[in-house]
């Protein structure tokens, strides 16, 4: 067996993936039967390079926040200024420039009248923030029995605690923890398809949990017009347009979780505007600092804020040690402002375009039951799930990197890849999917 490697010389494939298979347990894998592992020497642009010198397109921009590439000169140059300055220091009695910043971008950018931002480490941690406001909110303004929260199936919002008890719970993940996570509501999962009507009748039994539950319930969180994790659903503006009026009638908090949808992903800015709605609390992150940095934001209105804090403690009962960390907030502002600088809806348009185009052949295939692309998101569905181990190393031998899940094969590649690039990523999807399941 490969020795522990020194500090100072250099680790072959063979060691990294020995101590790796010991020590690393990767996102949700075995310790007894580790994954197959690839250890990778570089990235750039859109290109990962293994350490036996393959190189493979990455075709899920690492979960969706690459968004830029990896390596990227401005972000890198960004980041190396910031680091001169300070990489960190407390939020907590300190500001700096960077994190003024990277708010009032926010600010600007998402929907009115989403006013005040909470920065956080993670995903997970802005939803777990965004729960937090709600609660505190109504326990403010004298409603505590406003406790509670409304989804919808099919979602996914985070692995930690109050993440979890708001994703899906049977087709979920986190169906082992349902006797220590709060009970919350579920509604039937928005009916699929971006272009669908959406009728009365898709809203009944949401109109009825709303109708019966209001008075205990605090927030609906959703993720607008694409479900990620729960499925890589998309769903009509129509729903979510209807979702804001039920809020608004029954005076429930909205949570739009825009962690994935953010940043143009789906083809507009933000997932809300595509019905053109706002949020009373929104979270960020993935694609906020394009990428280079693990940070997040939960954003809220001046009603929410004012109204927490009103209440008996004063505050918003939170504080992540790294909140608003300067480096991250220094990636973020130059990944934003690479965005904002770029044709950035032509190149969704374009992606779009070449994968609706390049996996439609794959709809007639009898082993698959959906194609479907939204911006930059191309999701191939099979009847059955697929096989990990066998799927992704073929994938890796010709020379893409795809993560699938369940039954989904798909891809939310970098917006820097090329026509070129997404050619042949479609191409071997098809090859291989004719190959393994023919």
């Known amino acids: 067996m490969p020795t522990e490697a ?37 990235a750039e642009g859109v290109r990962l390079t293994l350490m036996d010198g393959r190189e493979l397109i990455d075709g899920m921009a690492s979960w ?14 960004a980041m190396q200024e910031q680091m001169q300055r300070m990489s960190h220091v ?36 802005s939803v777990e923030v965004a729960i937090k406001m709600a609660l505190q909110y109504w326990h403010a303004v004298g409603q505590p029995q ?10 996914y919002h985070g692995d930690t605690f109050g993440c979890m008890a708001v994703c899906d719970p049977v087709n979920g993940m986190h169906h082992l923890f349902s006797d220590v996570l709060p009970k919350h509501l579920f509604a039937p999962a928005p009916p699929a398809g971006y272009r669908r009507v959406t009728s009365g009748s898709d809203l009944t039994a949401l109109r009825t949990l709303f109708t019966q539950h209001h008075r205990e319930l605090a927030a609906f969180i959703i993720e607008p017009i694409v479900q990620g994790a729960g499925g890589m659903r998309f769903y009509s503006p129509q729903y979510l347009a209807a979702v804001r009026q039920l809020c608004d009638e029954f005076q429930v908090l909205l949570i739009l979780d825009e962690i994935a949808t953010g940043f143009g992903r789906s083809g507009e800015l933000f997932g809300c505007h595509h019905a053109d ?30 109204g927490v804090c009103a209440g008996e403690a004063g505050v918003f009962m939170h504080g992540p040690t790294f909140m608003g ?71 890796v031998d010709e020379g893409i990197w795809l993560r699938p ?26 090859k291989v999917i004719f190959e393994l399941y023919g």
């Open 277 to 306: 709605i706002s949020a009373d609390i929104m979270t960020l992150g993935k694609a906020l600092t394009g990428g280079y940095m693990t940070m997040a934001a939960t954003l809220c209105t001046d009603k929410v804020a004012e």
């Open 6 to 42: 020194s500090a100072n010389s250099p680790m072959t494939p063979e060691q990294i993936i020995a101590i790796d298979q010991r020590h690393c347990w990767h996102p949700y894998s075995s310790m007894l039967h580790p994954p197959p592992l690839f250890p990778v020497a570089k």
């Open 146 to 155: 406003k406790n509670r929260l409304l989804t919808v199936r099919n979602g």
């Open 90 to 125: 407390m939020f907590g009695g300190l500001t700096h420039e960077p994190a003024v910043r990277l708010v009032s971008k926010l600010v600007e950018l998402t929907p009115e009248p989403l006013t005040k931002v909470f920065l956080a480490d993670s995903g997970s941690v």
């Open 405 to 430: 899940f369940g039954k989904l094969v798909y891809t939310m590649p970098p917006y820097v890849a090329s026509t070129e690039d997404l050619n042949f990523m479609c191409d071997k999807i098809r």
């Open 325 to 395: 960390n300067p480096l991250a907030c220094a990636a973020a502002n130059a990944s934003i402002d690479l965005l904002l600088r770029s044709d950035w809806r032509s190149t969704i348009k374009r992606i779009e375009n070449t994968l609706t185009k390049g996996l439609a052949e794959l709809s007639e295939f009898p082993a698959v039951s959906d194609v479907r692309v939204l911006g930059a998101i191309g999701v191939v569905e099979m009847k059955q799930p697929v096989d990990m181990k066998l799927l992704q190393p073929r994938l």
């Open 64 to 77: 969706w926040c690459v968004i830029h590439g990896y390596n990227h000169p401005v972000i890198n140059t």
